[in-house]
């Protein structure tokens, strides 16, 4: 089967393993995942005509649902590569994208996108399936399918178009499953429904035109990249500050033709201004942060600063679509994803693309505050600022 795969932003990541909150976190942004609980009976002996007729909703023209066995609503996320921001949102905002959730008594979590096709991607399956096993299903109006079955970090079975079965190999692999299945006579799994139907005798997880309904909306973040990355070569640097881009044009020679070293300083000198703006400066993780961004090479976030990052950026991410008269606690969680995201900004290995983007971050969260940051970052360059 041929679909084009999305290319991912930036570079690929580690996963990361749970920290502890290095702050308090935006109350919206502390919950646990919220999830459906799928307590339909299951049946090991499930056939393709149990799902014949079953009403997938939304899901029903083109869909990709990843069951993970023995696992959690918040490990199956994380190995999804997001991490769940506190409330659902009514628009997917940029750097995201939606899932639903929910859990069935046999302890499988299932992950369920619309029109998607994340959950049938190699690497997802090996993260999800390390050390348990995972089953996906994808479907869409162009007739393409897929059936995965992965087990210990490895996909053992890949089922294309028509799912049929056609390896020795991964008949073996799913013989456990497959007792008193009903093939068709052309030896295909029988489509979705065949698909379906051997997800739950994998699984456990029995799906229900209630059940699919319940599921939960989640608004996943990407993973956060390691450091920001260079530009391309031929890229040259500037900002695009609508109705203020004279100055913007002047600030932006003026960082060209500063020394690495002299970015690297304007960059860490951004990163403490944002971060004061912002309200951040007394996290300790933060705190603690805050001296690398001038070094040289600056080292890349420590894994807990890394989560409560991601944490900010969800929590950021949902404040951007609260109606006015905007509450203070989504007010405060713009700021503080603001801070953040020019923290990080300031951490990239290239020190103009650190300027620059830290100077971005920190215009934005100035023009929010009302606070002209731009100014304080005009005077340091100039050598009269502190």
């Known amino acids: 089967m041929s679909r084009p795969r999305t290319a991912a932003l930036g570079v690929a990541l580690a996963l990361l393993a749970p920290a502890a909150a290095c702050w308090s976190r935006p109350a919206h942004a502390a919950r646990g995942p919220i999830?459906?609980?799928?307590?339909?009976?299951?049946?090991?002996?499930?056939?393709?005509?149990?799902?014949?007729?079953?009403?997938?909703?939304?899901?029903?023209?083109?869909?990709?649902?990843?069951?993970?066995?023995?696992?959690?609503?918040?490990?199956?996320?994380?190995?999804?590569?997001?991490?769940?921001?506190?409330?659902?949102?009514?628009?997917?905002?940029?750097?995201?994208?939606?899932?639903?959730?929910?859990?069935?008594?046999?302890?499988?979590?299932l992950l369920a996108e619309v029109n998607a096709y994340d959950c049938v991607d190699p690497g997802l399956l090996a993260r999800v399936s390390a050390g348990r096993a995972a089953v996906a299903v994808f479907w869409n109006v162009n007739a393409d399918q897929e059936f995965d079955y992965a087990v210990d970090g490895r996909v053992a079975v890949r089922l294309d178009s028509d799912l049929d079965v056609p390896t020795a190999a991964d008949a073996r692999a799913l013989r456990p499953f497959t007792s008193g299945f009903r093939f068709q006579r052309d030896g295909t799994i029988g489509g979705r429904s065949g698909a379906l139907a051997l997800a739950e005798r994998t699984s456990g997880v029995r799906l229900t035109a209630a059940g699919v309904d319940a599921l939960v909306p989640r608004n996943l973040l990407l993973p956060l990249w390691s450091t920001p990355p260079p530009p391309a070569p031929d890229t040259v640097l500037r900002f695009a500050w609508y109705?203020?881009?004279?100055?913007?044009?002047?600030?932006?020679?003026?960082?060209?033709?500063?020394?690495?070293?002299?970015?690297?300083?304007?960059?860490?000198?951004?990163?403490?201004?944002?971060?004061?703006?912002?309200?951040?400066?007394?996290?300790?993780?933060?705190?603690?942060?805050?001296?690398?961004?001038?070094?040289?090479?600056?080292?890349?976030?420590?894994?807990?600063?890394?989560?409560?990052?991601?944490?900010?950026?969800?929590?950021?991410?949902?404040?951007?679509?609260?109606?006015?008269?905007?509450?203070?606690?989504?007010?405060?969680?713009?700021?503080?994803?603001?801070?953040?995201?020019?923290?990080?900004?300031?951490?990239?290995?290239?020190?103009?693309?650190?300027?620059?983007?830290?100077?971005?971050?920190?215009?934005?969260?100035?023009?929010?505050?009302?606070?002209d940051l731009v100014s304080r970052i005009e005077a340091f360059t100039s050598g009269s600022g502190s």
């Open 35 to 109: 999830v459906a609980r799928l307590d339909a009976p299951t049946s090991r002996a499930a056939q393709p005509a149990d799902y014949a007729r079953l009403d997938l909703g939304q899901y029903d023209e083109a869909g990709c649902f990843l069951y993970v066995l023995r696992s959690t609503p918040g490990h199956a996320l994380r190995a999804d590569g997001g991490f769940p921001e506190g409330s659902p949102v009514a628009h997917p905002p940029e750097g995201s994208r939606f899932a639903a959730l929910g859990q069935a008594p046999s302890g499988s979590v």
């Open 243 to 371: 109705g203020d881009q004279e100055r913007a044009e002047r600030l932006a020679a003026t960082l060209r033709a500063a020394s690495p070293e002299q970015q690297r300083a304007t960059a860490a000198y951004a990163a403490r201004q944002a971060v004061q703006a912002g309200g951040l400066s007394r996290q300790p993780a933060v705190r603690a942060y805050l001296p690398d961004v001038g070094a040289a090479v600056p080292p890349p976030f420590p894994p807990a600063l890394v989560l409560e990052t991601r944490i900010l950026w969800g929590a950021a991410q949902a404040a951007s679509w609260t109606f006015y008269p905007e509450p203070p606690e989504s007010r405060a969680a713009r700021l503080h994803g603001a801070a953040i995201s020019a923290l990080w900004s300031a951490s990239g290995r290239d020190p103009a693309t650190a300027a620059f983007s830290t100077v971005d971050a920190a215009r934005q969260l100035g023009t929010a505050t009302g606070v």
